[in-house]
């Protein structure tokens, strides 16, 4: 065999993978919400505005919860792992859960904005998680993956 056409071909692979990986236009990224610009509490009171989102292997003990605002203009699509919650008692108790609990990992649960690839801001989540996968898919809509 030719080593020189085998390392040409592996080149040509490890270019298409990583090309393949980068996506159309990038990732999200997640902030901290600073001191009182947006609460978890504002978000579940005012829960009719948003679409919500639980993560985790059990409703009972949710690791995320993920609110997209409607009618802002842009889209947050969910992955597997995720699955919509309209109920008011039932986002509370989420809410609650993670609250109290010390979050993945040891770190708090904090409030975090999920922005995207120009800054702007496509939703909040409430974790104790510190990263999200977070694929953009066209200028007004990304996909939120993993969690962890």
């Not at 309209?86 to 999920?114: E, H, W, Y």
């Not at 800054?119 to 977070?134: D, E, M, P, Q, W």
Request: charged content about 15%; aromatic content about 8%; proline content about 5%.
């Amino acid at each position: 065999m030719n080593w020189k056409h085998d390392i040409a071909v592996a080149s040509i692979l490890l270019f298409a993978l990583v090309l393949g990986c980068a996506g159309p236009g990038g990732y999200g990224s997640m902030g901290v919400v600073e001191d009182g610009s947006m609460t978890v509490e504002t978000l579940v009171k005012n829960l009719q505005n948003y679409e919500v989102h639980w993560a985790g292997f059990d409703p009972s003990i949710p690791v995320a919860v993920l609110f997209d605002p409607k009618n802002d203009g842009k889209t947050l699509e969910m992955g597997q792992r995720w699955t919509g919650v309209s109920d008011q008692a039932t986002v509370n108790r989420m809410v609650g859960f993670i609250k109290q609990s010390l979050g993945t990992g040891g770190f708090p649960p904090r409030l975090r904005v999920i922005l995207g690839p120009d800054g702007s801001t496509y939703g909040y989540v409430y974790t104790g998680i510190n990263h999200l996968v977070i694929n953009v898919i066209d200028d007004k809509t990304m996909l939120v993956e993993s969690v962890g």
